[in-house]
């Protein structure tokens, strides 16, 4: 559809544009011999509106005639052809309304007066600059439509790509998670048979949420604890006792939304390279809160200091970084930090209800 018909507000300003020049075109038809004022208001402004609708016309034969494929010759044949024919009949219009009005009181023989004047010759000049000058604001139409679809193919674009980085991104936490739990499995099954087939069943269970939350692209922190509580039943068969977690959690951000399986992988890593190598265990403690418009979240584990550790280039650690900064960009921090027996890593990004930021 024309972009001025389609906005009210863009019809109404294009009108209001119109009104100085039919002000001036008045002002050199009553300056004709022959005729008055009156009559040039009479006749002049019903036909300026009435050929304001027709120049809106030339969103076609620019449609057609694109600047950057069109050869000069065209461009030039098509809107002189086209600003002709429209004069032509905006002088019979003329004529026509000039019929009309003479057979009313105050406009008796105005037909015969306008045969003798320059007003159609004039109007008809006027008819082709008013159609130029047309063309020339649908050519500035075009540009600013084509580059509003540039931008928006553009942030499509870029849309499209954060969507494929997530997607790949979120596919490489279930094969290194399974690679990790098939390790733990494979260790038990020389040592508690019991306990190996005890654990197969609760991976099981958890992969079976992790396949109906993983493809979403948000879940509820709530949500995200629950798969984090089954993994930790996973790992507590082959660890018991050793393992121990704590939850600091405000409940006001339990709803808060989060890409899914976020703090699995830290809670993983916490045990792997933490509380694995420590004999008597640890404590995992996870704390989330809001602060001002933005979630917080802390996943903080016991660990030996003088053990190496490969978090800081691991693959879930790196993973989770490259999520947030895919999904919030500059918004969204991961810090990593270590004192004394005491490992943690801190998330920080928007809070999002409903998808929106807040």
């Avoid at 159609?120 to 047309?134: P, Q, T």
């Avoid at 509380?275 to 933005?294: C, K």
Wanted: proline content about 4%.
């Amino acid at each position: 559809m024309h972009p001025i018909l389609s906005r009210p507000r863009n019809l109404a300003l294009y009108l209001l544009a119109w009104i100085p020049i039919a002000g001036m075109l008045v002002h050199s038809f009553a300056g004709s011999d022959g005729l008055s004022w009156q009559e040039a208001i009479v006749l002049t402004v019903p036909l300026c509106l009435i050929y304001a609708f027709v120049c809106l016309a030339a969103w076609y034969p620019c449609q057609a005639t694109p600047l950057e494929t069109s050869s000069f010759l065209r461009l030039v044949v098509t809107h002189l052809t086209v600003a002709a024919l429209l004069s032509v009949l905006w002088g019979s219009l003329a004529k026509a309304l000039g019929i009309a009005l003479a057979h009313h009181a105050g406009f008796v023989g105005l037909d015969r007066r306008l045969e003798t004047v320059k007003y159609f010759s004039l109007l008809w000049a006027a008819g082709v600059l008013l159609y130029v000058l047309s063309v020339t604001f649908h050519y500035v139409l075009l540009a600013e439509q084509n580059a509003r679809e540039a931008q928006k193919r553009a942030l499509e674009a870029r849309i499209l790509a954060r969507d494929a980085e997530l997607k790949a991104l979120r596919a490489q936490v279930n094969p290194h998670f399974m690679f990790n739990c098939l390790h733990s499995i494979s260790a038990l099954t020389s040592a508690d048979a019991g306990k190996a087939r005890e654990m197969c069943i609760l991976l099981a269970d958890f992969l079976r949420t992790t396949l109906r939350l993983g493809g979403k692209e948000t879940i509820t922190l709530e949500e995200e604890l629950d798969l984090v509580r089954g993994y930790l039943a996973i790992e507590k068969v082959r660890f018991g006792a050793r393992v121990h977690m704590e939850e600091e959690v405000d409940k006001r951000t339990t709803g808060f939304p989060l890409p899914p399986l976020l703090l699995q992988p830290l809670v993983e890593n916490a045990i792997r390279h933490g509380i694995a190598n420590l004999p008597e265990g640890g404590v995992i403690r996870l704390a989330a809160q809001r602060t001002g418009e933005a979630l917080s979240i802390v996943v903080e584990n016991s660990f030996d200091p003088d053990t190496p550790s490969s978090l800081k280039t691991g693959l879930g650690l790196e993973n989770i970084r490259n999520r947030l900064n895919a999904r919030y960009g500059g918004d969204a921090s991961v810090v990593v930090g270590a004192i004394g027996g005491r490992f943690s890593v801190r998330l920080r990004f928007p809070v999002q209800e409903n998808g929106v930021a807040t």
